[in-house]
């Protein structure tokens, strides 16, 4: 039999400790496999596998052949590379695992791309709240979110994710504004099941502090707890991949924008480097060139800047204008309907995704902040203004 053969049998054979599951892979017959191995193991005159029902293990001398036949497949693909001899168009299919709001928010898209640029390619993408068992459940490439990527694993660093603080301007109007961390015990929270579910990683000036933080709602999936936010069912730690166009747009508002949310590392993970698939290797260059960024893409506007400090422009430019037009009026404000401007001008304020909101109170020295910035009535204003009356 072909021994190259017979040496990827045996590799699929070793990584999934299965002959059904190496059988399935390679898309041959389980007698096919077995003829395979008993070639490799007759050529090598030594017993590669211990087997029996319900296992499959290495041998010494099994586990000392492992590696050299990955060597020799990696030295196989690279001698057709060099030869010309690769496939001009790439083909053949890819098992992708990610979870799911990161499948929704950016991945689909991603594949997407790779799908137009490759048309041969087939891609299956698994989008759960789970880590997943990269061999039991035959996947090429895992796409995972945290700072322990598994040591088991390779894993290939792709970017960052940011989090922020957020809630609705609904609920800001209804419950007030948090002024600092210690205050969230005040709120109604909502938590993920994985991430931050009863403690805050937040950093401010270089300096990490740990924060209590208990959800009246939790959930295991960061959509949820999103339309939960944007419902204003209270405030939620979630990905910037995922509300970013939420706080440009104004439906969600960043909360104690001084303090930052512990950043977690993106990674993709797989199996090996030796005997890397030409597919797995040409996703994984997809990848990288998709971030390609030293902020993640959907960090980013199209002027380059972070969408928070684009909430914060149009958050001072909002307060600038609600200034002057209270000066212009001030003749007939009276000290009620100062007051009702005041808690206008916070809700205003909310609806432009302001993340410098946490800062502000409904008290005089708030609003004396805010005063300096308005323009002075000219007396031609005035009379412009009589006139038209």
């Not at 969600?252 to 005997?275: F, K, T």
């Not at 959907?298 to 037009?325: F, K, Q």
Request: with cysteine; proline share 4%.
């Amino acid at each position: 039999m072909d021994r190259l053969t017979a040496m990827q049998v045996f590799v699929e054979i070793a990584e999934r400790s299965s002959l059904t599951d190496a059988a399935r892979v390679l898309d041959m017959s389980r007698a096919m496999v077995s003829r395979n191995l008993e070639s490799l193991e007759q050529w090598l005159g030594v017993r590669l596998l211990h087997r029996t029902t319900r296992r499959v293990s290495l041998t010494d001398a099994g586990n000392e052949a492992l590696q050299r036949c990955r060597d020799v497949l990696a030295l196989t693909e690279d001698v057709q590379a060099i030869a010309g001899v690769r496939q001009a168009a790439p083909r053949g299919k890819l098992r992708i695992a990610t979870s799911v709001s990161f499948a929704q928010a950016f991945l689909a898209d991603v594949v997407g791309i790779f799908l137009d640029r490759h048309s041969k390619v087939e891609i299956e993408l698994l989008a759960q709240e789970r880590s997943v068992n990269l061999v039991e459940e035959r996947i090429d490439l895992a796409v995972r979110i945290g700072n322990a990527p598994d040591s088991a694993l390779v894993a290939r660093r792709l970017g960052v994710c940011r989090s922020v603080l957020c809630t609705s301007p609904e609920y800001l109007r209804a419950h007030g504004v948090p002024t600092d961390p210690a205050s969230l015990e005040q709120h109604r929270c909502i938590s993920h099941a994985y991430v931050g579910r009863n403690e805050l990683r937040l950093s401010r000036q270089k300096q990490m502090i740990k924060v209590p933080f208990h959800g009246a709602l939790q959930t295991n999936e960061s959509t949820v707890a999103r339309q939960a936010a944007l419902r204003g069912a209270g405030i939620a730690l979630l990905p910037t991949y995922l509300v970013s166009a939420d706080l440009r747009e104004h439906r969600l508002v960043r909360v104690l924008p001084e303090y930052e949310p512990e950043a977690l590392d993106i990674h993709a993970m797989y199996l090996s480097r030796q005997h890397q698939p030409p597919l797995l290797r040409l996703m994984l260059d997809h990848l990288a060139e998709q971030f390609g960024q030293s902020d993640a893409p959907w960090d980013l506007t199209d002027e380059g800047d972070a969408p928070v400090a684009d909430g914060r422009r149009a958050a001072e430019t909002l307060i600038n204008a609600r200034s002057s037009a209270r000066s212009v009026a001030g003749a007939k404000a009276s000290g009620a309907s100062a007051g009702a401007d005041a808690l206008a001008g916070l809700g205003a304020i909310a609806d432009a995704g302001a993340i410098s909101i946490g800062s502000l109170s409904e008290n005089s020295t708030a609003k004396r902040r805010v005063e300096p910035s308005a323009k002075p009535v000219t007396r031609s204003t005035s009379r412009s203004a009589s006139r038209k009356k």
